[in-house]
Structure formats: C-alpha cells, structure tokens
C-alpha cells in the first residue's frame, strides 16, 4: 500500500493540468463574471451560487470538476488572485498545490486580448466618471419627487438605482439630500427611506458596482437619521407621531434580519433616530466605514435575506397623510432582480 501510495503521488506531481480557455462567448462571459464576483466578496459567494444554480445547466461548469471550463475557471481564478492582468497572464508551468501537479496556462490570445483591454477600457472610464447624465439626474429627482410608498413607485426608483450604479455616490447623495428636507409630506419621506432599504437590500445581487451602495450610503445614514428625527420631533400628533415611529423602525427590523450592517451599528443608528445620541459628538466614530461586509461576512450573510420587507404593524388603521389614500404598505420591496439576465 505505502508503495502504491507513492508511485501514485510521484506520478501525480509529474501530470500536467492543461487550461484551454472555452470557445463558447457565453459561457466564457459567465465564468469571468463568477470570477470577478469571487475575487471581490469571498468563497462563500461561490458556495452561495452553487447552492443556488445547481439546476441551471450554464453554471455547470461549477460542478464537473474534469471538465475543461472547470479547469479554466479555477486557473483563471488562481491567476487573478495571484496579480495577473485579466488579459495578460504568466505562461509557464506551475504547481498551484504543494507536491500537485503541474498547471500548463494557455498562451496568450491576441484576439481575447484585444477585446477585453476594450472592455476593460469602457468600464474605466465609466467609473471614472461616476456620475450621472443631465438627463438621468433629471429622471432621479423626478422619481424622488413623485415617490409614494406603494410597491411599483419604490420598485421602479429602486431599479433605476441599480442601473445605474456606477454612479452610486452621487445618487445616494441625492437621495440623502431630499430626505434632509424638513417641509417634505412624510408619505414622501417614509417612501424615500423605503428606496434606501430596498437598493440596500438588492446591492448584494449580481449586478456591476451595486454593492457600492452599500458602502455610500454607510457615510450617509448618521445624517439621514438625524434629518429623520427632526421630522419625528416636529410631528404635532401623538398618533401620527407614533405611526411615522413605527414605519422607520420597521426598516431596522428588516435592516437587522438581512444583516445588511452590524448589529452596532444598526443600534446606533436608532439611537439617532430615538434622539439618544448626539449626532455633532457621534459622527465621526459613526459614519467611519465599517469595512466589515466586504469578503466572507458580505456574502455568508446574504444566504439569510428575506424575499420582501416585513409588514408594518398595525397603526390603528390611521394613515401617515391623505396621500396614500389607505394603501397597504406591504411588499415595498420593489422589483426582484432577475439574476438571469445580468451576467
């Protein structure tokens, strides 16, 4: 046995692992879009996706582990995580465990190469701009103005954020802006802060700079909050007062159960809210970028999300205005993303 178990090792060591990148567009845009999201959020999110796609017959490749586009995808995977360009890549033979055998990198291909130093090109100078048109600021602030809390308004607002998420910073600075206006009608306010827990909520799914959101808008919820509990102050109406209460907390409800920050930090922010903390003294150990959901805690959570925000209790039947004309609040999460088309 001992005898066998080593000619089987030493022959092992001396196997080579030929990578031959997949000729399929589709599937090879699909691999280098895992890729790009494992590099980012961890192995969890891996392990998420298999849990999640083990019927999808394109994310195959996840599970054949001698098929050649398993191969490619964990050489291609290795190569990135070890400093290799997307386009250029070391070529000569490595061993990528100790005493494994020998992975033979496919050589460089001009073609690919071209095409993906293009790409990579047009993604730089989005992100470098990262910021929104004239005309898409326009359309911004004219859902923010038209925004109730009924399921199509947010849902509608809430994919236009994703959209266009490489602009992520200044929308969340626009949106945090028209939630600092103390006149605003509180259908309207309660319904922007409806928009913030759902893009929140969506910044974990499969789309390109989505999970930014979550980082920008982490600078800009102590203000938020802040703005929040003026209004909350200034409510006249102990009923109305308690209803608007209700609905904010119910957020961090929601907040809590999808993990979509620390538990400490979510307390402080309620405690803002609540007027338990003083924001001047607060701020700045509240707002510094916790840098905690990037990696392995980012997507192990992300496996618990709830489909839909929780109802909000019940607040004796008394809407917050006029203007929602009684309309159950329920299902305010929009519209779900369908992971199907994004990659």
Not at 152 to 157: C, K, P, R, S, Y
Not at 195 to 202: E, I, P, Q, W
Not at 205 to 234: D, G, H, P
Request: proline share 6%; hydrophobic share 35%; glycine share 4%.
């Amino acid at each position: 046995q001992p005898k066998n178990q080593d000619d089987f090792e030493k022959t092992l060591s001396h196997a080579i692992v030929k990578v031959v990148i997949p000729t399929e567009r589709n599937l090879l845009c699909i691999i280098h879009r895992m890729i790009e999201f494992v590099v980012r959020e961890g192995p969890m999110f891996e392990a998420m996706i298999m849990n999640r796609e083990i019927s999808n017959p394109m994310f195959r490749f996840l599970f054949e582990n001698q098929s050649p586009a398993h191969v490619y995808y964990r050489w291609k995977l290795y190569s990135i995580l070890q400093g290799d360009s997307p386009t250029r890549w070391r070529t000569v033979d490595f061993r990528m465990f100790k005493n494994g055998s020998f992975w033979r990198p496919p050589p460089l291909n001009p073609y690919l190469q071209e095409i993906s130093e293009e790409t990579e090109a047009r993604v730089e100078e989005n992100v470098k701009k990262g910021q929104l048109k004239e005309d898409q600021r326009d359309k911004l602030e004219e859902l923010l103005r038209g925004l109730t809390p009924r399921k199509n308004d947010v849902g509608d607002a809430m994919v236009f954020c994703l959209n266009h998420a490489e602009a992520a910073e200044e929308i969340v600075e626009c949106i945090a802006e028209s939630l600092s206006i103390l006149k605003t009608p509180l259908p309207k306010k309660i319904a922007r802060l409806y928009l913030v827990s759902d893009v929140l909520y969506n910044s974990s799914a499969k789309v390109a700079n989505a999970s930014y959101y979550r980082k920008y808008f982490e600078c800009k919820l102590c203000q938020i909050f802040a703005n929040l509990n003026a209004t909350y102050k200034s409510i006249q109406g102990h009923l109305q007062s308690e209803n608007f209460k209700q609905r904010v907390m119910g957020c961090f409800r929601a907040w809590e159960d999808w993990t979509v920050y620390p538990d400490p930090f979510l307390i402080k922010l309620q405690n803002i809210f609540l007027g338990l903390v003083d924001l001047e003294e607060e701020s700045k150990e509240l707002c510094k970028p916790q840098n905690i959901y990037l990696g392995l805690v980012e997507v192990e959570e992300i496996k618990e999300v709830p489909k839909r925000q929780p109802e909000p209790e019940d607040l004796d039947g008394t809407p917050v205005e006029d203007e929602i004309d009684g309309a159950p609040l329920e299902d305010v999460d929009g519209v779900p993303i369908d992971l199907s088309v994004v990659i």
